[in-house]
């Protein structure tokens, strides 16, 4: 098992700055990736970036240049800074990781999901 704690999120005029922080514990080890996704009310969960094993990092073209992900392997802490925050980045905002499981049989590829926390951008 892997536990997730996202921190960070809060109340943001337009334009403005949050970090998003995501706390990882438990079994860590074997984990792919980790990243971050939003959900805004109405809407399906998105991919918004991820980093993975080897640091390649991937994001939504909605926050590319924006947004940067980025990870303290000494803290088994991921990150996300957000810069220039628009209203539309309003969302939950859920810490993800996947995990290769090699100890199951047939072994598999599993995703833990954190708590959510609030981002809301006011305009």
Not at 93 to 105: D, F, G, M, N, P
Request: proline share 3%; aromatic share 10%.
């Amino acid at each position: 098992q892997v536990q997730l704690v996202e921190s960070g999120g809060g109340l943001v005029q337009a334009g403005g700055s949050l970090r998003l922080s995501c706390a990882a514990s438990g079994r860590r080890f074997s984990i792919k990736a980790m990243g971050w996704y939003r959900q805004a009310p109405g809407k399906q969960r998105e991919l918004v970036a991820v980093i993975t094993l080897g640091d390649s990092t991937n994001y939504a073209d909605s926050v590319k240049g924006r947004f940067t992900i980025s990870r303290d392997n000494a803290k088994n802490t991921v990150y996300l800074q957000m810069n220039s925050l628009k209203p539309e980045d309003t969302a939950v905002y859920y810490c993800s990781c996947r995990q290769i499981r090699l100890w199951v049989s047939p072994p598999d590829e599993y995703d833990y999901w954190g708590q959510g926390t609030q981002v809301t951008v006011s305009s």
